[in-house]
């Protein structure tokens, strides 16, 4: 063998002199320190939510009762009671459920499976995307213009109609958004698989994408909705008013009168220097995460029903 073809090949084989340092010791450390970040920042929102709980929980469970619940509120803290606040929040929920939730996932749908890539699409994604960071205020000016005055006949001016859709149109965004990126989610396999078959896009969508992801769909709504019932500077624009002595009908013409809602009259009660009314307003804070967890409980159920019969 020449000499010179054997040096050139133990050149060649030998490995090439990098800056790469294992430093396996300071990747370790580097990873506890980060753990250990990681372990203090959810003690620390842990420990504060408990904070929060215990003295609220400390300041109206005394005042907390059957009365309360049922009784309209009143100048008198031991008077007053939740039973308007609490039926017009209801009320509320579930309008902005039956509006946001059937817009938002079929417009998220639309804009993931059938919309061209094209200009308009682009401008579409792109002020969804910013609409979902617009302060809730905002939204409330427009509810205001569009449904309490425009649409007046339909809704009847400043009534829990008017709530309801400004805050179906407040989230409205965030499920859109919540929507795509559980579409997103689901492999392109499946749709080919479907479309190979002969089933139309629509009928893969329908029967095959949609119920794959609606369990994320789900965790969107969920968000979107726990953000809607502690919103309150859209539903004073509306027209809320911090004192209703009356609960609205279980009828159509009580979707048209006056309301409040729970965080307004909340804050009604917060605001006054009598000691009792801050202990009825810690008791109205208990029957709202009640209803909170009430409605967090049914759409998680509702999700992990559709997860588990996927």
């Given at each position: 063998?020449?000499?010179?073809?054997?040096?050139?090949?133990?050149?060649?084989?030998?490995?090439?002199?990098?800056?790469?340092?294992?430093?396996?010791?300071?990747?370790?450390?580097t990873d506890?320190?980060?753990?250990?970040?990681?372990?203090?920042?959810?003690?620390?929102?842990?420990a504060?939510?408990?904070?929060?709980l215990i003295?609220?929980l400390?300041g109206?469970?005394?005042t907390?009762d059957?009365n309360f619940?049922?009784s309209?509120?009143?100048?008198?803290?031991?008077?007053?009671?939740?039973?308007?606040?609490?039926?017009?929040t209801?009320?509320?929920?579930?309008?902005?459920?039956?509006?946001a939730?059937?817009?938002?996932?079929?417009?998220?749908?639309?804009?993931?499976?059938?919309?061209?890539d094209?200009?308009?699409?682009?401008?579409?994604?792109?002020n969804?995307?910013?609409?979902?960071?617009?302060?809730s205020i905002?939204y409330?000016?427009?509810?205001l213009?569009?449904?309490?005055r425009?649409f007046?006949?339909?809704?009847?001016?400043?009534?829990?109609?008017?709530?309801g859709?400004?805050?179906?149109?407040?989230?409205?965004?965030?499920?859109?958004?919540?929507?795509?990126?559980?579409?997103?989610?689901?492999?392109d396999?499946?749709?080919?698989?479907g479309?190979?078959?002969?089933?139309t896009?629509?009928q893969?969508?329908?029967?095959h994408?949609?119920?794959?992801?609606?369990?994320?769909?789900?965790?969107?709504t969920i968000?979107?909705l726990?953000?809607?019932?502690?919103?309150?500077?859209?539903?004073i624009?509306?027209?809320a008013?911090?004192?209703?002595?009356?609960?609205?009908e279980?009828?159509?013409?009580g979707l048209?009168?006056?309301?409040?809602?729970?965080?307004?009259?909340?804050?009604?009660?917060?605001g006054?220097?009598?000691?009792?009314?801050?202990?009825?307003?810690?008791?109205?804070i208990?029957?709202l995460?009640?209803?909170?967890?009430?409605?967090n409980?049914?759409?998680?159920?509702?999700?992990?029903?559709?997860?588990?019969?996927?």
């Amino acid at each position: 063998m020449n000499p010179a073809d054997s040096e050139q090949g133990s050149k060649l084989q030998e490995p090439k002199a990098t800056n790469f340092s294992p430093n396996l010791q300071g990747r370790y450390r580097t990873d506890q320190v980060f753990k250990s970040i990681s372990w203090v920042a959810t003690f620390t929102g842990i420990a504060v939510l408990v904070v929060l709980l215990i003295g609220i929980l400390a300041g109206g469970l005394s005042t907390l009762d059957f009365n309360f619940i049922v009784s309209s509120p009143s100048r008198r803290p031991e008077d007053a009671g939740i039973w308007p606040a609490l039926v017009s929040t209801v009320y509320l929920l579930v309008i902005t459920a039956l509006v946001a939730f059937p817009v938002g996932v079929g417009s998220g749908v639309f804009l993931e499976e059938f919309a061209k890539d094209n200009l308009f699409a682009k401008i579409v994604e792109i002020n969804i995307s910013n609409l979902a960071a617009v302060p809730s205020i905002i939204y409330g000016l427009l509810g205001l213009f569009v449904f309490a005055r425009i649409f007046e006949p339909l809704t009847g001016g400043r009534s829990i109609l008017s709530g309801g859709l400004t805050l179906a149109l407040l989230i409205l965004p965030v499920i859109i958004v919540a929507t795509r990126e559980a579409l997103r989610a689901v492999p392109d396999s499946l749709r080919l698989a479907g479309m190979a078959l002969g089933s139309t896009r629509w009928q893969t969508v329908r029967s095959h994408v949609l119920p794959q992801a609606l369990p994320g769909i789900m965790t969107g709504t969920i968000l979107a909705l726990s953000r809607a019932i502690g919103e309150t500077a859209p539903l004073i624009v509306v027209g809320a008013a911090a004192f209703v002595p009356f609960a609205p009908e279980f009828s159509l013409d009580g979707l048209r009168s006056s309301f409040t809602a729970m965080p307004i009259q909340i804050y009604s009660w917060v605001g006054r220097p009598q000691d009792g009314f801050h202990a009825i307003a810690a008791s109205a804070i208990i029957v709202l995460m009640i209803v909170l967890l009430v409605m967090n409980g049914t759409a998680i159920w509702l999700r992990n029903k559709f997860q588990s019969s996927r």
